[in-house]
């Protein structure tokens, strides 16, 4: 299966353990990354989602595909800046990558294009903060700033 | 006239009296909370030989139970399904997560203190409360309905600006 990835993927192919090939590629080539493993038969999407590398100043992308014939999970991922994110969508790809994409510029502020509802309010109604899955959002605080919390003092025997 | 307002009290008390024993619960499950339920209702704890019974529509309910924390986007919609809910209504907090947040204290998406924005009849602590707990807060509302205290919906009616000024500053409406 890895010789079969390493045949369509312009990028870093690694076989982590069995049934496990991590695929690391550069953003211009995610979307037909997912287009070329959609064709070997990794036909399910399972996770897109993002990871914050603040000390690096990236995001990374993270797409958990599945095939069901050969039962083979691929992770293919791809850095992006950190300032004005952006990366494009999957939904003609993958259409289940809808509210992933959603979620991606909820959580992370990464803008969608092709996706008509990204950056519209999904979960978090009326939000006016930084997104809250970056690292530099600090939610203790806008816990204690914006929710009451009751002051009971707490004794133990 | 006193002894018409004092036959009112009567016929208030009698209500009461009888209501305890036919409470409809709302199945209005916000959150984890909610898999305690179903051995409550059903045939091991059996909530129904109190006369409480799960039912679908808010209109018909008389408890709100709220199962668990409760997030921005839940609150809007609790709300409005307990202002569709006809008097009197009772609200109980299910959960150290509506009493305090519970191990959501630190989130950013949780509001900590149900009763500021709904006014809550009954607590049950524990995270999770068993079945036991949760009858055992349901026999506390019987009580206090049958004395009279349960008055948390016209303390609603009555602190309305207050609850309202709450709910606008958490949902930014």
């Known amino acids: 299966m890895v010789e079969e990835i390493k045949r369509v993927v312009i990028g870093e192919v690694v076989e982590k353990r069995p049934q ?11 979307a037909s990354t997912l287009n070329a493993l959609k064709a070997l038969s990794f036909n399910r999407l399972n996770l897109l989602t993002a990871i914050d590398f603040i ?4 995001f990374e992308i993270v797409a958990l595909v599945y095939s069901d014939e050969k039962k083979v999970m691929s992770i293919v991922k791809a850095r992006i800046p950190r300032d004005n994110p ?9 259409p289940n990558a809808f509210k992933y994409e959603v979620e991606l510029g909820e959580m992370f502020g990464i803008r969608v294009i092709g996706n008509p509802d990204s950056m519209k309010p999904f979960v978090l109604e009326g939000w006016g903060d930084l997104p809250p899955l970056r690292k530099d959002f600090d939610s203790i605080k806008y816990a204690t700033e914006h929710y009451e919390s009751r002051n009971v003092e707490v004794k133990y025997d | ?5 004092t036959l009112e009290e009567g016929y208030v008390e009698i209500l009461d009296h009888l209501r305890k024993r036919s409470l409809w619960m709302l199945h209005y499950c916000t959150a984890c909370g909610a898999i305690e339920l179903p051995p409550t209702i059903t045939s091991r704890f059996d909530a129904e030989r109190f006369g409480i019974a799960p039912f679908v529509t808010s209109r018909q309910s008389d408890i709100l139970l709220v199962t668990g924390y409760i997030n921005i986007k839940t609150l809007r919609r609790l709300i409005t399904v307990y202002e569709q809910m006809l008097p009197p209504k009772y609200v109980i907090g299910f959960g150290s997560c509506t009493i305090n947040g519970g191990i959501y204290w630190d989130s950013y998406a949780i509001v900590k203190r149900l009763d500021l924005y709904l006014p809550v009849d009954v607590y049950i602590a ?26 948390g ?7 309305y600006e207050y609850y309202k000024e709450n709910q606008r500053k958490v949902l930014k409406w």
């Open chain 2, 153 to 159: 919906w016209k303390k609603y009616q009555e602190n």
């Open chain 1, 20 to 30: 496990r090939v991590i695929v690391k590629v550069e953003k211009e080539n995610f």
């Open chain 1, 55 to 58: 000390k690096e100043n990236q």
């Open chain 1, 86 to 94: 952006e990366i494009e969508t999957l939904i003609h790809i993958y």
């Open chain 2, 1 to 5: 006239m006193e002894l018409q307002e």
């Open chain 2, 126 to 151: 524990g995270c999770m409360p068993t079945p036991m707990a949760v009858l055992e807060g349901f026999r506390t509302l019987m009580k206090l309905i049958d004395e009279g205290k349960a008055n």
